[in-house]
């Protein structure tokens, strides 16, 4: 199978091992998200792309991640040993949002397990490294308050010594979307994703986050939660956002979503060129 071969590189990374065959798994949160994408992606977007919204936060991105991809490695093993496909019922539990009626439907299973993972939606930007309109490709996933806090302030996972809160993303992918997005003449930024369970409101919570986490450019709820259930199956995995609003103080009128949404979609046309080329 074709592999992509790049030569854009981010701090040493090599090649990525996706192939251009290789099924793709697009998680949003919810459906506003996954109806851009789609439309992005075009009408004959299921010859290679399954778009989920698995619901809000990282516990339900996680677990919609990794009931698709799940399901999914399933159907091609059987599929493979000339068994029957899991039933479509089951596709249904695995994926009730999917952007078709499941893995098993029709004919037959899907003939390969995914290839990549993409959390994917609006979100966030820090002011001064994304704009509201423009768009995030994540060069990392960071859980930025999963953790504890102490006396002396907020300690990391990484730092209590119970596992990482970073999930890089596919380095040479991501170049290369956010080139090819670039040559598009969309507005898009690299950086760290931080992923929260409680949106940012405040100044001063805009702040912290920028201490935790320096390069952050974008805030979601999901990238985590969609980077670990990936990760879990050595799926490598890209965060895209668009852009809705400043992280900072909370000020609905400012809201761009519209605006967020037609880049996600923009975003999506080309992310198919750049996966299928």
């Not at 590189?9 to 793709?24: I, L, P």
């Not at 994926?95 to 078709?100: F, I, P, T």
């Not at 302030?153 to 890089?168: C, N, P, T, W, Y």
């Not at 852009?243 to 519209?258: E, L």
Request: aromatic residues 4%; hydrophobic residues 45%.
């Amino acid at each position: 199978m074709n592999t992509f071969k790049s030569t854009f590189s981010d701090k040493g990374a090599t090649t990525t091992g996706f192939c251009t065959t290789s099924r793709v798994l697009i998680v949003t949160a919810v459906d506003a998200e996954k109806d851009a994408i789609l439309r992005g992606l075009g009408d004959d977007a299921a010859a290679q792309f399954d778009v989920i919204a698995a619901g809000v936060g990282p516990a339900s991105a996680a677990a919609g991640t990794a009931a698709a991809i799940a399901f999914a490695s399933a159907a091609a093993r059987e599929l493979a040993h000339g068994t029957a496909a899991p039933e479509e019922r089951d596709a249904a539990q695995a994926s009730a949002a999917s952007s078709g009626p499941g893995p098993a439907a029709g004919t037959g299973a899907r003939s390969t397990a995914y290839g990549l993972v993409i959390s994917a939606g609006i979100g966030g930007g820090f002011p001064g490294r994304a704009d509201v309109g423009s768009l995030v490709v994540a060069d990392a996933m960071v859980a930025a308050d999963l953790g504890s806090q102490t006396p002396d302030g907020f300690l990391s996972v990484d730092e209590l010594g119970f596992g990482s809160s970073r999930v890089a993303a596919d380095a040479v992918l991501a170049a290369r979307l956010r080139h090819e997005l670039q040559r598009a003449g969309l507005a898009v930024s690299g950086g760290t994703a931080v992923t929260v369970s409680t949106a940012t409101g405040t100044a001063q919570t805009a702040a912290e986050l920028l201490r935790r986490v320096p390069d952050a450019a974008a805030e979601g709820m999901e990238g985590f939660g969609v980077a670990t259930a990936a990760q879990q199956f050595s799926l490598p995995v890209l965060e895209l956002r668009g852009i809705s609003n400043a992280v900072g103080p909370r000020d609905r009128d400012a809201w761009r979503i519209k605006d967020a949404l037609d880049a996600l979609q923009a975003a999506s046309s080309i992310l198919r060129e750049v996966i299928t080329s």
